[in-house]
């Protein structure tokens, strides 16, 4: 249009505005937005709630909340759009504090409110374990709104697992107690608050005692003794499941792969893999992955590298993380020269070293100098550019060669 001394009209410029923001492109949408008004064109709040949608998909609190004063300096009234657009664009920048300021804002010039208004606030307070400002702004959202969700409810009752000790326990038990219309989805929050908290008995029990379940609530139990490397209650679990004629998954393996990880027994964790067969189920990368991580603990560098071959024989590809475990097991055992081969046949397979692969290296050291020849070759793959990256050879893993 422009080449031909055609001039867009707003409808157009609009468009290309609603099309950037849509894909969250924040410099095109910039772009055309600078040319609407370039044009004589006076944006309106509809237009500038362009703006904040595409800033909310690119996770750009900073220039949502830089729109949204804007949109007041030029004398312009943000609608209910807009307060809730450019909270969920503060939530998912991570600014939970300059959300509730625009919360605050909407309340105060009572700008009707809905539960969506509340969500993100919520949910961001939960995954941050702040429990005592989820619950405040979760009892706001009932007085001014007059209900939430169930899954609102859970997000209060997961904030608990984050304090990860008996004080997460009491919060979690006070508040489960307040929850109207409790169904399985809150049971498993429960679950996984007792489990996170260190409280292996207290989860065994509510699982026992749950008249429906489903894998998620097993697996959340096993996913708690993977993590305080309780084998013992492991095995119950697997023999509740057992009883009552549940299958285990994949993903109930795994955790019992990382279960003996943690307690420091490899031989054992290596046993698993022998048993998924038994249930017609293919053991993963992240089988594999816990088994060597079970290894490159006790610096058993001969069993990563007989694991490497395995799961590579069985149609799965090495990736920067199965290296990376090599690499951990070899530095414990002081290996230098094997560290330099594991990272040689990392590049060979492109699978390139990055920071983790620093991180297992120092760790492995215990705090002793990595030797300079190692740092030299690390630095060169790392900043080394990069063929274009290939989708997951692992994914789907249906396709495991038996």
Not at 17 to 37: A, C, H, R
Not at 50 to 60: M, N, P, T, V
Request: proline share 4%; glycine share 6%.
């Amino acid at each position: 249009m422009l080449v031909s001394n055609i001039q867009p009209d707003a409808a157009v410029y609009q468009f290309m505005i609603e099309t950037y923001s849509k894909q969250g492109q924040g410099m095109p949408m910039e772009k055309y937005f600078d040319q609407f008004v370039s044009a004589g064109f006076e944006p309106d709040v509809l237009t500038y709630n362009l703006l904040l949608r595409g800033y909310s998909r690119a996770k750009d609190s900073s220039s949502a909340n830089e729109c949204m004063k804007k949109i007041i300096s030029v004398g312009l009234t943000p609608d209910f759009m807009s307060y809730n657009t450019v909270i969920q664009a503060c939530c998912n920048g991570n600014n939970v504090d300059t959300a509730i300021y625009w919360l605050e804002e909407m309340i105060a010039k009572d700008i009707p409110l809905d539960e969506s208004s509340f969500s993100h606030i919520i949910t961001r307070l939960s995954k941050s374990g702040d429990c005592e400002r989820c619950k405040k702004y979760h009892e706001l959202l009932v007085e001014k709104v007059g209900k939430a969700s169930g899954t609102l409810w859970s997000a209060v009752l997961s904030s608990y697992a984050h304090l990860g000790n008996e004080d997460g326990i009491i919060g979690a038990k006070a508040w489960f107690r307040r929850m109207p219309g409790k169904d399985l989805v809150h049971y498993n929050t429960l679950l996984y608050v007792f489990a996170m908290c260190g409280d292996l008995e207290g989860a065994r029990n509510i699982l026992f005692s749950m008249k429906k379940r489903d894998m998620v609530s097993f697996n959340t139990c096993l996913h708690g003794c993977a993590r305080l490397g309780d084998t013992d209650a492991a095995h119950m679990i697997f023999k509740y499941m057992q009883k009552i004629d549940v299958i285990p998954n994949n993903e109930s393996f795994n955790k019992l792969i990382q279960c003996y990880a943690t307690a420091r027994e490899p031989e054992n964790a290596e046993k698993v893999i022998s048993r998924f067969k038994d249930f017609s189920l293919w053991p993963d990368l992240d089988s594999y992955h816990g088994v060597m991580a079970a290894y490159a603990e006790v610096a058993d560098v001969a069993k990563t590298k007989v694991l490497f071959e395995q799961m590579q024989e069985r149609g799965l590809r090495p990736t920067e993380r199965t290296f990376n475990l090599m690499i951990l097991a070899a530095a414990k055992a002081n290996e230098p020269k094997t560290v330099l081969e594991i990272i040689e046949q990392m590049c060979e397979k492109q699978a390139w070293p990055t920071i983790a692969t620093y991180t297992a290296l120092t760790t492995g050291m215990g705090g002793n100098e990595v030797p300079q020849e190692i740092v030299e070759k690390l630095d060169f793959y790392l900043y080394l550019p990069k063929p274009p990256k290939m989708k997951d050879p692992n994914a789907p893993r249906s396709y495991y060669i038996n």
